[in-house]
């Protein structure tokens, strides 16, 4: 990868997850445990899902693709439906996944 691209690439990652990792935050803020695990309908996933997922995506993506760390995704345990997770349990792990990709 040319490195101009890669340097913009990098640049506008942490910019994103800069800015992006705190509303996501805010939002799981608002709901309660239910509201974060209840799919509004059969064909979307709750809030908590797709936290998971966006969380997925980042780890196998960036962390282990670009980083070089093992791709351990589990992929369809990101949308199953009896997750349970605390929204405490959700914000670290969206914080941590951030976090670990901008390292």
Known sequence: ????????????????????????????????HEQVWTAPNEQTNSVGNLTLHLCGNITQYIISSLGGAPDQRTRDSEFDKSQNLSIDELKSMIRTTTSKASE
């Open 1 to 32: 990868m040319d490195s101009n691209l890669k340097e913009e690439f990098v640049s506008q990652s942490l910019y994103y997850f800069n800015e992006n990792t705190p509303r996501i935050v805010r939002c799981l803020n608002r709901l309660t």
